[in-house]
């Protein structure tokens, strides 16, 4: 390569270097593909070279972020590495250690669940410190399976003694009756996405057994009418899919020892134009309110494939641009 820079990051030892490069090198390879960078493990620790000055860098702080985390005992995954390049590239390289480091202490088929972005890692904290918090922000962002990890966390700690995840099922009154089977037949597409997560948490036979005997309760929404919710961890999913009388129905269920979490994109509202949306609404109404907390998440929190926040990024641009069009529109007319 010619008119290349080259910068070097000491490591400590060859084991270091292993636990660096991942398995067969996989870790490297990304590094080294994502920052277009070429790295030599040399005597004295990494080498890194590349034509891009910026990009070195922040592959030498993405290196950096990682030998925090090995020489803290963390064991990477492929996701701590793209989280780290990620946050070098953003500027958040310094918070990174402190945020991926801290686990929550369940575990999923890969690993260790934590979160893996400043705005995970203050939406956790939230949920630590306070019994009702809002989780808002685009698909992607991690909002439902943090706080079913916290819930599961709590449950497995004695914090509570039951579970209760619940979402709307905003066609019920139009396709369901179209549906075969009984009604846990009919409202079975709706609430699958919980499902899955927390098959992810734990073993089939352990959550089925939970659920048959009621310590994990998955349901719609309208099944939590007239009922006061105690010493339980409830996670209030899609939530902009909720009318307001749905969404203060929600809030007044919450009884003694209780946590809620609601999460949901008010982007990706499916309600009838007419209605508003009770997610939107509580934001309003609820802002001011002492022991409630809302977590905004924006599109640098998206930790699904890396084309999720272009998409993101491109509608935001898009929306914006149509709305300043539309603005000139108006005022043209006027």
Do not use: W
Not at 59 to 84: C, K, N, P, V, Y
Not at 107 to 122: E, H, I, L, W
Not at 217 to 232: C, Q
Request: charged share 25%; with cysteine; aromatic share 6%.
């Amino acid at each position: 390569m010619s008119n290349q820079e080259i910068l070097k990051v000491p490591i400590q030892s060859n084991i270091e270097a292993q636990l660096l490069f991942g398995n067969a090198d996989d870790f490297l390879r990304i590094i080294e593909d994502k920052l277009s960078v070429e790295v030599l493990l040399k005597s004295e620790g990494l080498e890194i070279k590349g034509r891009n000055f910026d990009e070195i860098h922040q592959a030498g702080r993405t290196f950096e972020s990682l030998l925090h985390l090995i020489r803290g005992g963390q064991r990477l995954e492929e996701d701590d590495i793209r989280s780290a390049i990620r946050a070098s590239r953003q500027g958040l390289d310094t918070d990174f250690p402190k945020v991926i480091g801290e686990s929550i202490p369940v575990f999923s088929k890969r690993g260790a669940v934590r979160p893996r972005t400043p705005g995970q890692c203050k939406y956790t904290e939230a949920i630590k410190n306070h019994d009702l918090v809002f989780g808002i922000g685009p698909a992607g962002t991690g909002k439902t399976y943090l706080a079913m990890a916290m819930a599961v966390s709590a449950f497995k700690s004695g914090e509570v003694s039951r579970i209760i995840l619940t979402r709307p099922a905003v066609e019920a009154g139009e396709k369901l009756g179209f549906l075969p089977g009984d009604i846990a037949d009919k409202i079975d597409p709706y609430l699958r996405p919980i499902f899955d997560a927390l098959y992810d948490m734990m073993s089939n036979e352990t959550l089925d057994r939970y659920v048959e005997q009621n310590v994990i309760e998955v349901a719609p929404i309208a099944f939590m009418r007239g009922r006061t919710l105690n010493d339980s961890f409830i996670v209030f999913d899609e939530a902009q899919n909720s009318t307001i009388e749905q969404m203060k129905m929600f809030l007044t269920r919450l009884g003694l020892s209780s946590k809620a979490v609601v999460t949901g994109d008010i982007t990706q509202t499916d309600l009838p134009s007419s209605r508003v949306s009770g997610l939107v609404d509580a934001q309003n109404v609820l802002k001011d309110v002492e022991g409630i907390e809302f977590v905004y998440f924006s599109k640098e929190d998206v930790v699904r494939h890396e084309l999720v926040q272009r998409i993101i990024g491109a509608y935001d641009s898009h929306d914006t641009t149509d709305l300043h069009q539309e603005r000139i529109a108006r005022t043209r007319c006027e």
